[in-house]
């Protein structure tokens, strides 16, 4: 990573629901707005500090999908802290806890409308208006399903090919909002259920949540039938036998309350789920307004964000989960070798009608899936992170502080959104 300050500032957190409300309250003093002079990257806490000394106090206002010092809401909370720490206090937060300026599906327009500076916008809930992305969402089945490895390259490779394809970025810029980190999960998609579902025979006719098209066709290969259902309302659902199961993250399960109703858990290595990361965003005219420094900061302590959504939020999640679903009498296991076939031959077919719509090159654009998800777990390997695990077996391995990502997140921030720097 960098030196003295800079890693002791990646060293606070990690690498699909974050977001930040209200209208900026900036003054630039004499840097001139968006203007003013930067600094180099790389520059530690004190250069930032130094920086900021003739910047006029910039306060934003921004949510947390979790209620205040949850794990699920570490990132978003480590985050804004670091900005705030390196700042010399002149970037600061008005922070709402729980999701509570605007609910998931309307954070775009709370950053369009000034209710929202920083956000997480969630393009899977809105396909229709932002379809590019929603195709890149509907790929991340092509991730690696293992706990550790896969979960780092499932939070770099999407950014890479998000960053070189014109029409992800468009789809936002359109809207009046800067792409921060256009891909983050919340660890893998599982099919949790109420009784054990693992073969064809066991999975057909059951009702199951979805959170997006590939979902819901990967369901109904399974022989279920999708249902829509918002997390909030995923515990009632479950709980009142609405639907058998859900297609959710670790982590949403333990936000959601619904493991213990739902113990049985699947997860697969060779067949995995879409899952339905976030983006966390900007208003445009909040960025804009912004001094320099001010951007640089901001974009400089994403590994923080990167950093703290992996180790913090995702992988304690997990743990969680799984101590859950076993001490409610599940068990956490993958499909039988028939339901694998058919996950696989559906995500197969996922694949080949990709972004037909959405993206002017598409074969160049699952090619580029492709080699960003071999290149980026091959990755792992090569910062020395390995970890032969599964996830049956990470509550009793896990422990935090247990793997070291900090080199990693800095090859992710470095390769990706380096180039992406403001200056």
């Known amino acids: ?21 209200g209208c900026a309250e900036t003054s630039a003093g004499g840097s001139g707005g968006s203007g003013g002079d930067g600094v180099k990257f790389g520059a530690g806490k004190p250069d930032y500090q130094a920086a900021f000394e003739n910047v006029e106090p910039i306060k934003l206002t921004t949510q947390s999908p979790a209620p205040k010092g949850a794990v699920t809401g570490k990132n978003v909370e480590n985050y804004l802290n670091a900005v705030t720490d390196w700042s010399g206090g002149k970037i600061t937060f008005d922070v709402a806890y729980a999701n509570a300026v605007a609910p998931p599906t309307e954070i775009d ?20 208006d932002y379809p590019a992305n929603a195709a890149l969402v509907e790929a991340t089945f092509v ?27 468009r789809e936002y810029e359109d809207q009046g909002i800067k792409l921060m980190v256009p891909q983050y999960n919340s660890g893998a998609n599982v099919l949790f259920c109420r009784e054990p579902r693992r073969d064809l025979a066991a999975l057909r006719g059951m009702a199951a949540a979805s959170g997006g098209r590939a979902q819901s066709a990967e369901i109904e290969a399974l022989g279920g039938t999708a249902a829509s259902v918002a997390y909030p309302e995923l515990f009632e659902s479950l709980q009142r036998g609405v639907v058998d199961c859900t297609v959710s993250s670790l ?36 960025w804009d307004s912004l001094p320099l420094v001010a951007r640089q900061l901001m974009w400089d302590r994403l590994d923080v964000f990167m950093a703290s959504n992996i180790r913090d939020k995702i992988w304690p999640n997990a743990v969680d989960a799984v101590r859950q679903a076993k001490a409610a009498g599940g068990s956490v296991g993958s499909f039988d070798p028939d339901a694998q076939d058919a996950m696989q031959k559906a995500n197969s077919e996922l694949l080949d009608g990709l972004g037909d719509k959405a993206i002017d090159d598409r074969d160049a654009f699952v090619r580029d899936i492709k080699s960003a998800a071999e290149r980026w777990l091959d990755a792992v390997g090569e910062v020395d992170i390995s970890a ?18 900090d080199a990693y997140v800095a090859r992710v921030y470095e390769e990706i959104f380096l180039p992406q720097r403001p200056s």
């Open 109 to 128: 327009d709370a950053l369009v409308d000034g209710r929202l500076d920083l956000g997480q916008v969630l393009p899977i809930y809105e396909p229709s």
């Open 143 to 169: 991730s690696d399903q293992s706990p550790v490895a896969g979960t780092l390259q499932s939070n770099a490779w999407p950014n890479e090919v998000a960053f070189k394809t014109p029409e992800i970025q």
């Open 388 to 405: 032969d695990v599964s996830y049956d077996q990470f509550d009793s391995w896990y422990t935090g502080g247990k793997v070291d990502v």
């Open 1 to 21: 990573m960098r030196t003295g300050e800079r890693a002791v500032g990646a060293t606070i957190a990690l690498v699909a629901a974050v977001a930040l409300a």
């Open 251 to 286: 982590t949403v399960g333990v936000l959601g309350g619904f493991v213990e109703t739902a113990p049985n858990i699947t997860i697969d290595p060779a067949a995995g789920f879409a899952m339905a990361p976030g983006a966390m965003a900007i208003s445009q005219s909040t």
